[in-house]
Every structure is written in C-alpha cells, then in structure tokens.
C-alpha cells in the first residue's frame, strides 16, 4: 500500500514524477533521457518546468542525472542544480 512507500523514484520519463506529486512523499527525479521527453509540445513543457521547480523546491527531493549534460541541461533550463550520479 501506498502508506508504507517512503519515496518515487521516477526516471524514464523523469516527468512522469508529476503523477506522484499529489502522495506528498519524497521524490528523486532521475533525468536519464532528455527533460522533456513525454512534453514536447510548448505548453506541456512549460507545465513540467514549473512541476520540476516545485519539486527542487522541497528539501526532501532530489532531482539528478545519470549524465554531465543532462545536469547541465536542466541548469540551463529549469535553473536547477542537478545532482551527477554516475
């Protein structure tokens, strides 16, 4: 059940961590392809920027990438420091 889950760990696509949002527990965005994968259209991206900043915003989360660029890419676009995990 989902009371004794701790936290969603979403990766492929990372915005599938919107579906989770509403569970209030912790979440570790892992950005394995890129960011906006599954939000290709303009409004759909701006949507999950604003999500990925919500959840940057609570010290319980963590958003990261499996690759130098992706962080580098997520800095760039959603003003985030994503942590590097190899």
Do not use: Q
């Amino acid at each position: 059940p989902l009371a004794a889950v701790d936290a969603f760990v979403c990766n492929h696509p990372p915005a599938l961590c919107e579906a989770y949002m509403p569970f209030n527990k912790s979440l570790l965005v892992v950005a394995t392809v890129n960011l906006e994968f599954s939000r290709e259209n303009e409004e759909r991206w701006a949507e999950w920027l604003r999500s990925l900043r919500a959840i940057a915003a609570n010290r319980r989360n963590v958003i990261a990438a499996n690759n130098p660029y992706d962080a580098a890419y997520i800095r760039h676009f959603a003003g985030i420091e994503a942590e590097y995990i190899p």
